[in-house]
């Protein structure tokens, strides 16, 4: 199975911070990877797919980059409402598999 | 617009199986695959298989092969999932979510999700 480690596990920045989340891959994934937006209570949200494209509706402000075995989920200016934990998921191959998750807390 | 209603909360015995369905409205049932996927207290996401809504064939996580079953009711538009034997590391919430693949080869995202029934076991 394709194990995907997040890092940082948590952070806490302040409005109008630029936030980055890293998900690295156990093997080459090229481009098949999801962030997902979870709040606390709620469903996962799909923010972006093909690591960089923003599923529609998604605020500008995220963004997503990466291939192979590293990406990265940006937040280009941390808003009040982004308080959530961010999952990344690769769909390269079956079994489906997600990341720890990165809670980001707003100070 | 695109829902997915799930049914409520469960909690069962160790060793008892539940059953839960997932109730999809604002599109053609029929079209788009169904997956489900469980979150345990302080883990990970983790997929559990999915449904072929339209030919009823199924796919499942080797963990849950032989434990879980998937299946659907097109004239309901309801997609449903039984755990059998549960366990106590069973207690979880369970998603439903609609699959949409988004090129040629099979790739897919989950973009419409329900929202996620407690199943909680407990002697």
């Known amino acids: 199975d394709i194990q995907l480690t997040q890092s940082p596990s948590f952070l806490s920045a302040s409005v109008g911070d630029r936030v980055t989340i890293t998900c690295r891959a156990s093997q080459d994934i090229s481009n098949y990877l999801a962030w997902y937006q979870q709040k606390p209570g709620r469903a996962p949200k799909l923010l972006i797919y093909?690591?960089?494209t923003l599923q529609s509706g998604v605020p500008s402000r995220f963004s997503g980059s990466g291939s192979g075995t590293e990406f990265t989920l940006t937040v280009s200016s941390l808003q009040p409402e982004d308080s959530a934990t961010y999952h990344c998921e690769q769909v390269k191959t079956y079994p489906l598999t997600f990341g720890g998750g990165t809670k980001v807390e707003i100070k | 617009q695109v829902q997915l209603v799930q049914s409520g909360a469960e909690v069962e015995r160790p060793g008892a199986s539940v059953k839960v369905s997932c109730k999809a409205s604002g599109y053609s049932f029929t079209t788009y695959t169904m997956q489900w996927v469980r979150q345990a207290p302080g883990q990970r996401l983790e997929w559990m298989g999915w449904?072929?809504?339209?030919?009823?064939?199924?796919k499942y996580a080797q963990k849950f092969q032989g434990r879980v079953t998937i299946t659907r009711d097109t004239s309901a538009s309801t997609a449903y999932m039984e755990v059998s034997s549960l366990r106590s590391e069973d207690t979880a919430v369970y998603y439903c979510?609609?699959?949409?693949?988004?090129?040629?080869?099979?790739?897919?995202?989950?973009?419409?999700w329900g929202q996620g029934i407690l199943v909680t076991v407990s002697s």
């Open positions: 979510a609609r699959e949409n693949f988004y090129d040629t080869g099979g790739h897919s995202i989950f973009d419409f």
């Open positions: 449904v072929n809504t339209a030919n009823g064939n199924t």
């Open positions: 093909a690591a960089s």
